[in-house]
């Protein structure tokens, strides 16, 4: 019973218009989010406009007062967790204090305005507090120069929030995509121990501490200052630290109690405040925040330093600390939104985090995104809408206000131990042992990350990582996956013979997939390679006389694009396999494929109805009767015998 043949057929025909059409949507929109003004009379498209642009008018309208209590105790819950990690990331971003405060009341209040997370919970962060302070202490000190400091600090935000709402604004957001998770593992449990070990200062109480970030300075820096160790000071962060990783653990075990993690902090601050006051700590070697401003935010937009020699400076950290903080919120809003099944556009929350980090340039703030640790509090605390933002900014708001002054005697040891804790959840080593688990390589990108981070820099780790994941990248598409096929017994199916040991050889032909795109990048790999397909089954010890390889068939299935030098491929390939007693088959090219291969082929001398088919089933079916018919011609012409 012969099979049927079925024709490959090119797609539809498109002007070139309707094709770049078709291309940018799928590239700049493939969420398609104008399909919901479709069919919409005009005021209606008016209304999904502004809900679009400003999420807050979704679910405003029908705010109700059960709600409000939800979100109420969920935002001062998250406040409670935000106003010690505020203080302590500033002074991880070598800010003054204030400053982390006021990074904890504007932006969040945009962000309830502009974002489309319900648990997303927004203040500075420690990885992204590390960057912007180690980058710009490269060429400013913090010390000598404060007010310069601070000005880069304000100036690196607003390109940071201009940088990330330029790629919501322009669609895109896969540039972020290139740190892979992979990358961000490892680079997050660096930095949380880079991070960890530059609270050593404070834990130690030790005065004239490096400047560097890398292990090995810090570790130095630690044991060649024993002198300046204070017992006070180390009693009271071993007391404080093991309090904070209690509480942190009593809330991992049983997540119900979620708000002794969440209290802990503040009421450490508030402890201690009051143990070093009673006891005149800082006449005992425990240093102490000091006087705070009272107040909100003072404008900033005068400070900002849009020209001078550190532009390039303030750019360059604005960019990395951009994109790290705005994977960082993305990343945690998605979390959350997939728990609780709701969507989270990427590309609404690149824009609201952008101008979260503008506005805050202009107000005295510095970078901020959506924070894992406040954002698990918020969702646990049972928030509702982004409504917890605005509540967790009004709180903060009024400890700005009135309660600046109680902050003056907060220990510097009691911050350190806060960061310390808040730190080590960025370990995360089941995940690490996951990955080298499916993907070694994957595995020896987290590894560069981690290492790169703790030995040489944070900024220098992250891009070795991110050039190793090119690097794998540019050889996947250099040199594509070519396979040979073999055919399951008793069906008409081919698979890789190296995967399916029961899969066996057809004679007479080579079945070879390729799977990846053809382009200039790799035609040579492609060509080459094939040649010494071609090339090993001919001199194969099982290759018979009678049964020499007559055929190559190249299944094409996962071919989803090819370029002019594709093309070329195919017409060297086909000259160079004729000289040696072989014919070219393609099977089942796609759309774009068979369309350019056909534009290609103007005199039809190498895509034939003959040499092209659907599936290799149906090729290998064709061509073998075609043999079996050439063979039976040639044996008859041979046993004719002439008459004389």
Known sequence: MSMEVHQVVPPPHKSTLQKLKGRFKETFFPDDPLRQFKGQPLKRKLILGAQYLFPILQWGPSYSFKLFKSDLVAGLTIASLAIPQGISYAKLANLPPIVGLYSSFVPPLVYAVLGSSRDLAVGPVSIASLVLGSMLRQEVSPTA??????????????????????????????????????????????????VSLQQLKSLLGIKHFTTKMGLIPVMSSVFHNIHEWSWETILMGICFLVLLLLARHVSIRKPKLFWVSAGAPLVSVIISTLVVFAMKGQNHGISVIGKLQEGINPPSWNMLRLHGSHLGLVMKAGLITGILS??????????????????????????????MNVVGSFTSCYVTTGAFSRSAVNNNAGAKTAASNIVMSVTVMVTLLFLMPLFQYTPNVVLGAIIVTAVIGLIDIPAACHIWKIDKFDFLVMLTAFLGVIFISVQEGLALAV????????????????????????????????????????????????????????????????????????????????SSLRFLILDM???????????????????????KGV????????????????????????????NLFLTVGEAVASLSSTMKGHSTTTEEAHTIVPHY
Do not use: C
């Open 145 to 194: 120069d404060p007010v310069l400091f601070l000005q880069l600090a304000f100036t690196s935000t607003f390109f940071a929030g201009l940088f990330q709402a330029s790629l919501g604004i322009l669609r895109l957001g896969f540039i972020i995509d290139f740190l892979s998770k992979a990358i961000l593992i490892g680079f997050m449990a660096g930095a949380a121990i880079i």
């Open 557 to 579: 299935s996962a071919v989803s694009a090819i370029d002019t030098s594709g093309i070329s491929l195919f017409k060297e390939l086909k000259t160079t396999v004729e000289k």
């Open 467 to 546: 050039g190793l994941s090119t690097f794998r990248i540019l050889l996947q598409i250099t040199r594509p996956k070519t396979v040979m096929l073999g055919k399951i017994p008793g069906t008409d199916i081919y698979r890789n013979l190296h995967q399916y040991k029961e899969a066996v050889r057809v004679p007479g032909f080579l079945l070879l997939s390729i799977e990846a795109p053809i382009n200039f990048a790799n035609i040579t790999y492609l060509n080459e390679r094939t040649i010494r397909w071609i090339e090993d089954e001919e001199e194969g010890d099982n290759i018979k006389e009678d």
């Open 583 to 610: 014919e070219l088959v393609l099977v089942n090219p796609l759309a774009e494929v068979i369309e350019k291969l056909k534009k290609a082929d103007e005199v039809n001398d190498f895509i034939r109805p003959d």
């Open 326 to 355: 705005l994977t960082e919120g993305i990343a945690v809003g998605r979390t959350f939104a997939a728990l609780r099944n709701y969507k989270v556009d990427g590309n609404k929350e690149m824009m609201a985090i952008g101008f």
